[in-house]
């Protein structure tokens, strides 16, 4: 049997987690660690309202536009922040049990390990890329030219501008902020590491569906020797095989269902949020990528970044709910490559009643109105396109 552990750069995320202080080792948080967890909760909103400030008293306004899309994207990633802080066990559990397999055929274990080692080789390239772009966003922008400037023009209680002690303060604000924006951005890695492997749970299913029998019929073949018996016992241990086959891949897929189920009830908040407005934000993105004045190569670069970050973001999602959907919509085709026409009158129909049971396919509604998909993604660019002539149009009118 093959075991499939949880890869590296998950528990390097846990482990970040764990250091910044926004998990606790112990099963159970103390009264300190609780705190600790209200004033992380409470920080990440203080850099939602210096943005908001920042966005009202702004007198330019191609900035007024950037910082309305940094507000909502850090309003989304506050909440993923909020679930990170909180939401510790229940994590946990579903890396434990989404993120782990054992499978007993060679040929089905090597086949998993690579698409996984696909997704996680993306992930690590997504992480390191994003983790550059944020470290320039702090740790270079302010420091070039001659004038004191962030990224994001928040508003702060002192000059920081014009007194080197504010500056340093304001700096050591936003850094921390970048800090704990980038662990709720983790988040999104987790969830597409998980519906990534949901989807392939239900292709380990169909995968089953299509041998069930298959291993029984072999061992008979060698027990049995006369030709009568031989013919005799195949067909019973062909049944009895099919059968046993067929109850272990009926468990296994209520199981994978329930799973999926939790992941998405865990992951529903977030995403109905950022179905709503990652239109408004790629369209954002855009329209300042488009007519904002970049002082230098750097701020195009990161402009670029944050336009990639919205689109990614979202059709990361929609690309593994896609993938689920037709997982679970491939389970009937595997059964009708399975060995069921052979099987005995009474077999057949509980073959019947469970093609019934998985002939519909695994779907994510968003709000209970938007399918999970790729269908659904292609209207989220094409209203950002339209929110785009829109805010165009709104300038080429000033």
């Known amino acids: 049997m093959g075991s499939i552990e949880i890869p590296k750069l998950i528990n390097i995320i846990i482990s970040f987690y764990c250091r910044l202080g926004l998990w606790h080792h112990q099963d159970e948080p103390n009264a300190n660690e609780i705190r600790k967890k209200i004033f992380f909760s409470i920080y990440i909103f203080l850099f939602l309202i210096s943005i908001v400030a920042g966005c009202i008293t702004s007198d330019n306004d191609d900035e007024k536009v950037f910082l309305f899309e940094e507000i909502i994207m850090v309003t989304v990633l506050a909440v993923k922040l909020v679930d990170v802080i909180w939401k510790k066990r229940e994590i946990c559990d579903l890396l434990k049990a989404i993120g782990v397999h054992s499978i007993e055929d060679r040929k089905v274990f090597g086949v998993v390990r690579g698409e996984l080692q696909n997704v996680v080789k993306f992930l690590n390239i997504f992480v390191f890329s994003s983790l550059v772009v944020a470290t320039c966003t702090v740790m270079v922008v302010p420091f070039i030219g001659n004038e004191r400037k962030l990224l994001l023009d928040i508003k702060f209680p002192m000059d920081w501008r014009n007194d080197n002690i504010a500056f340093c303060l304001v700096f050591a604000f936003f850094?921390?902020?970048?800090?704990?924006?980038?662990?709720?951005?983790?988040?999104?890695?987790?969830?597409?590491?998980?519906?990534?492997?949901?989807?392939?749970?239900?292709?380990?299913?169909?995968y089953q569906i299509k041998s069930?029998?298959?291993?029984?019929?072999?061992?008979?073949?060698?027990?049995?020797?006369?030709?009568?018996?031989?013919?005799?016992?195949?067909?019973?241990?062909?049944?009895?095989?099919?059968?046993?086959?067929?109850?272990?891949?009926?468990?296994?897929?209520?199981?994978?269902?329930?799973?999926?189920?939790?992941?998405?009830?865990?992951?529903?908040?977030?995403?109905?949020?950022?179905?709503?407005?990652?239109?408004?934000?790629?369209?954002?993105?855009?329209?300042?990528?488009?007519?904002?004045?970049?002082?230098?190569?750097?701020?195009?670069?990161?402009?670029?970044?944050?336009?990639?970050?919205?689109?990614?973001?979202?059709?990361?999602?929609?690309?593994?709910?896609?993938?689920?959907?037709?997982?679970?919509?491939?389970?009937?085709?595997?059964?009708?490559?399975?060995?069921?026409?052979?099987?005995?009158?009474?077999?057949?129909?509980?073959?019947?009643?469970?093609?019934?049971?998985?002939?519909?396919?695994?779907?994510?509604?968003?709000?209970?109105?938007?399918?999970?998909?790729?269908?659904?993604?292609?209207?989220?660019?094409?209203?950002?396109?339209?929110?785009?002539?829109?805010?165009?149009?709104?300038?080429?009118?000033?």
């Not at 704990?180 to 380990?204: D, H, P, Q």
């Open 175 to 206: 850094f921390t902020e970048v800090l704990f924006v980038f662990a709720a951005f983790l988040l999104s890695v987790l969830a597409w590491y998980l519906m990534a492997n949901c989807a392939l749970r239900y292709r380990i299913i169909g």
């Open 212 to 398: 069930m029998g298959v291993e029984k019929a072999l061992v008979a073949v060698d027990i049995e020797s006369s030709t009568e018996a031989v013919s005799v016992g195949l067909k019973v241990s062909e049944a009895e095989r099919f059968m046993s086959d067929l109850r272990d891949v009926i468990e296994l897929h209520q199981q994978t269902k329930e799973l999926t189920d939790q992941l998405y009830s865990f992951i529903s908040t977030t995403i109905s949020i950022q179905t709503t407005t990652s239109a408004v934000c790629i369209g954002c993105s855009i329209y300042c990528l488009a007519f904002n004045e970049c002082e230098n190569l750097m701020e195009q670069t990161i402009f670029v970044a944050i336009l990639v970050f919205n689109i990614f973001d979202i059709f990361m999602l929609m690309y593994f709910g896609n993938e689920i959907e037709l997982s679970s919509e491939q389970l009937g085709y595997c059964l009708f490559e399975s060995d069921w026409i052979e099987q005995p009158q009474a077999l057949k129909k509980c073959i019947c009643l469970f093609d019934e049971l998985i002939r519909q396919p695994h779907q994510f509604l968003v709000l209970k109105l938007y399918p999970l998909n790729l269908a659904t993604f292609t209207e989220i660019m094409n209203s950002a396109y339209s929110m785009f002539n829109i805010l165009k149009s709104l300038k080429e009118m000033q």
